[in-house]
């Protein structure tokens, strides 16, 4: 019988285990076998709290998307300017934060983009974070712009910062956030000046 609190304590450690595998050796070569060697730990034990590794891989992207969401969120909760620039900057630093532009965290939303072609589970959270990468960037520019325009801005933003990110993912080196950053943000500002 496992010990009390040890649920939470042994998903985050099979989940930090699954980003190293697939940083290591990628989605197809991270068996369960490795990933519970990686988090020293027994097949079993991953069987046991994610029921495969689909399911073990789902609860990794939900990670990344947690971490990608509270980045966001706590950018724009500690904005003292209320203006939709501000908040898609803001919107635009938690895409770039270093817990999404990681070795580790970029080889593991290629896979799952990937995988996410042929899993509908995965598919559905793929769309779940296109949407709501969409539906933050057009309420901030619905605020300055016409609703049409406020649409066509918050696609050309949300495919703009998808490109900079896959562009940099498969560059083989270190990503440039503040070339990423500011490519994104001279776009915003483009976009804004149509107000």
């Not at 040890?6 to 991270?30: C, F, N, Y």
């Not at 918050?154 to 950053?181: C, N, P, V, Y």
């Amino acid at each position: 019988m496992p010990k009390v609190g040890m649920q939470p304590i042994r998903r985050s450690q099979l989940i930090e285990a699954t980003l190293k595998a697939v940083d290591e050796v990628g989605l197809g070569d991270a068996s369960i076998a490795y990933i519970a060697r990686l988090a020293g730990v027994s097949n079993g034990i991953i069987s046991h709290y994610f029921r495969d590794k689909n399911g073990l891989i789902e609860a990794t992207m939900r990670h990344l998307m947690q971490a990608l969401g509270e980045g966001v969120r706590t950018r724009r909760a500690a904005l003292s300017d209320s203006h939709p620039r501000a908040h898609l900057r803001a919107i635009i630093e938690g895409n770039f934060d270093t817990s999404q532009v990681s070795g580790a965290a970029m080889k593991t939303w290629l896979a799952f983009w990937a995988s996410s072609m042929h899993h509908p589970l995965l598919q559905r959270l793929q769309r779940i974070n296109d949407r709501r990468l969409y539906s933050n960037l057009c309420g901030e520019f619905r605020r300055a712009l016409p609703p049409e325009l406020a649409r066509s801005a918050a696609r050309g933003l949300a495919a703009l910062i998808d490109g900079l990110w896959l562009r940099g993912a498969l560059s083989g080196k270190a990503f440039d956030t503040e070339q990423a950053l500011q490519i994104a943000y001279e776009y915003v500002d483009l976009q804004l000046a149509k107000a």
